[in-house]
């Protein structure tokens, strides 16, 4: 880079100096006014389009005519709300929280309403309830104090139906444990649980016999003659004795 | 007394047999665990894939072992681990330079009994090869499908999913077990009698001298016997409702599904037979039930959170049935 003398620096400011001075001494010339010497064309608007603007409806942003007055949507609701509702006083803060409950009390029950026709219980579905399930089966909740065993054995042994006879001589003998309290007769006990119930050894060994027989019979499907009813049948009835 | 009424439509000696030689040689190293060894031996018989779970060290592994050892067939061993690949256990196609062309080479899948240790280490990207081999006992590569030998059994054993380092594993392939067998803590005597039995081995080989009872034809020819045995329909519509009742109840997010139904009744044939049987009983129903269920049904957030446990949940749906008679 050049460097300068200092007399030539000082010189040069000092110039620069005067030069911006001298601009700022110059004297503004007023401006001169022009005139527009063009030929001016007049226009003019079409009455009629402003008389059909000042008819439209969307340039109408006075409608005094149709301000305040509901829709018929909100009149009929209105007009449900005073059927239903016409004693609550809406003006006050109370009534205003009335309203809305009553509102949502209405919807709910509408709601219901719907799930019930639609054959869904709402109430087990927001309770998470697990739905009850409808398998096809004969022999469900048959209660063994119920049954007319007598009337009904006898019968399966008139039709030679043995298999039946003896899930019904089983089912009697259940029925004879549970009366004298040997055991707790409950729909989820299986067979062997009723055997453990059993606190005699002897009763127990016996009615464990008679579980496997009736097993044998009923789970197992073996074919059961009269002979071998008439065995099965003995046992039960001297089990039978051993109660009394 | 039924032998003189009933005569034996089924033929069980060979079976019976079987099992109590199967059960005997585990009682020599095994203490314990009648139950665990009873549903290991149906699984195999019911031709189902078993899943054992236990916390470490209750014997998990040495079971599935001696199981595998009892059956005289092709048994390979997995140890699952979180770097393992599908091809690590399916096999995969390898180059062969002097024919030119690719040969496949087979996974250690290939086998009869397969002992997985430790399944839930490995995610779920290698838990998914285990899918098609699992169910349909075949694996598809490359196009080619290659059918597994029968018998075909999984043995697989896992920590319970809250431990470090392990991994959930899919539901699809948990429906593919038939059992989840759960081993616990042995009682104070049961550890007494473990010390006790250690103490006097002779041979840190305890498997030395576990020969084999059955061969892989006797377990297809004794799986068949199962398969034949009956079902009351009375019982199998009393499964259906256990299934159903899964699926509605409140505590469960997650219910049985139909293959749930199935094992149901295939593993009361194969307890029924164990038991001497030719035909199911409501009580060899509910003793599978848990361990049938317990894998496959998932609790609600809520119950979980609770501290309910499958077992209850099953337990309570088998209270709300009546039992079929």
Redesign the interface.
């Known amino acids: 880079m050049v460097k300068l003398k200092p007399a030539v620096f000082f010189t040069l400011i000092f110039a620069i100096f005067l030069s911006s001075s001298s601009f700022a001494a110059i004297k503004k010339v007023p401006a001169k006014t022009q005139t527009d010497t063009s030929k001016i064309q007049v226009k003019s608007f079409d009455s009629k389009e402003i008389k059909k603007s000042l008819a439209d409806k969307d340039f109408n942003y006075n409608d005094i005519h149709n301000a305040g007055q509901p829709s018929l949507w909100a009149r009929f609701w209105s007009w449900l709300w005073d059927l239903l509702f016409g004693w609550v006083d809406k003006s006050t803060v109370g009534g205003s929280i009335m309203k809305y409950i009553l509102l949502t009390l209405s919807v709910s029950f509408l709601v219901f309403v719907v799930f019930q026709s639609l054959g869904i219980d709402p109430i087990k579905l927001w309770q998470?309830?697990?739905?009850?399930?409808n398998?096809?089966?004969s022999?469900?909740?048959?209660n063994i104090h119920e049954i007319n065993f007598d009337g009904e054995i006898e019968k399966s042994v008139s039709q030679r139906d043995y298999r039946l006879a003896v899930?019904l001589l089983?089912?009697r003998c259940l029925k004879q444990l549970s009366d004298t309290h040997l055991i707790q007769w409950q729909?989820?006990?299986?067979?062997?649980a009723y055997v453990y119930e059993l606190t005699d050894p002897v009763q127990k060994q016996t009615f464990g016999?008679l579980t496997?027989?009736?097993?044998?019979v009923?789970?197992?499907?073996?074919p059961?003659d009269q002979q071998?009813f008439v065995?099965?049948n003995q046992?039960f009835q001297s089990f039978k004795k051993q109660l009394v | 007394?039924?032998d003189?009424?009933?005569e034996q439509?089924t033929d069980l000696t060979k079976l019976n047999t079987a099992v109590e030689q199967i059960k005997a040689t585990l009682a020599k190293i095994i203490v314990g665990q009648h139950d665990s060894i009873d549903l290991l031996i149906a699984g195999i018989l019911a031709n189902g894939h078993i899943l054992i779970e236990g916390v470490p060290g209750v014997a998990k592994t040495l079971t599935a072992k001696l199981i595998a050892k009892s059956i005289d067939a092709k048994y390979s061993r997995i140890q699952f681990t979180p770097d393992l690949m599908p091809s690590d256990i399916l096999g995969t196609s390898v180059f062969n330079p002097k024919t030119t062309d690719f040969e496949f080479k087979q996974g250690p899948i290939f086998g009869n009994i397969i002992l997985i240790d430790e399944i839930n280490r490995a995610p779920a990207k290698t838990q998914s090869a285990l899918f098609e081999v699992m169910e349909e006992r075949q694996i598809t590569i490359d196009g080619h499908t290659y059918n597994m030998q029968e018998p075909f059994t999984v043995l697989a054993t896992q920590n319970p999913v809250e431990h470090e380092g392990t991994y959930r594993l899919p539901e699809a392939q948990l429906d593919r077990f038939l059992f989840k067998i759960e081993i616990k803590y042995p009682s104070l005597d049961e550890e007494i009698a473990i010390i006790t039995q250690q103490h006097g081995q002779k041979t840190t080989d305890q498997l030395k001298h576990i020969e084999p009872v059955l061969t892989a034809p006797d377990v297809i020819s004794l799986r068949d016997v199962v398969m034949g045995l009956?079902v009351?329909h009375?019982?199998i519509?009393y499964v259906?409702?256990i299934i159903?009742?899964s699926r509605?109840?409140?505590s469960l997010y997650l219910g049985g599904s139909p293959r749930a139904s199935l094992a149901i009744i295939n593993a009361a044939k194969a307890i029924a037979a164990i038991k001497g049987?030719?035909?199911?009983?409501?009580?060899d129903i509910?003793y599978v039930s848990a361990p049938v269920l317990r894998h496959r049904i998932m609790l609600t957030p809520d119950k979980e959170m609770e501290g309910v446990t499958p077992d209850d949940v099953i337990g309570q749906i088998?209270?709300?049935?009546?039992?079929?008679?």
């Open positions: 998470g309830e697990a739905k009850k399930i398998v096809p089966y022999e469900s909740l048959e899930r089983y089912l729909i989820d006990k299986t067979n062997s016999l496997r027989q009736f097993e044998y009923w789970y197992g499907d073996f059961i071998a065995n099965i046992l | 007394m039924e003189e009424i009933f439509r009956h009351e009375k019982l519509a259906a409702k159903h009742e509605n109840n409140k049987r030719d035909f199911v009983t409501p009580d509910i088998i209270q709300k049935i009546e039992v079929p008679r």
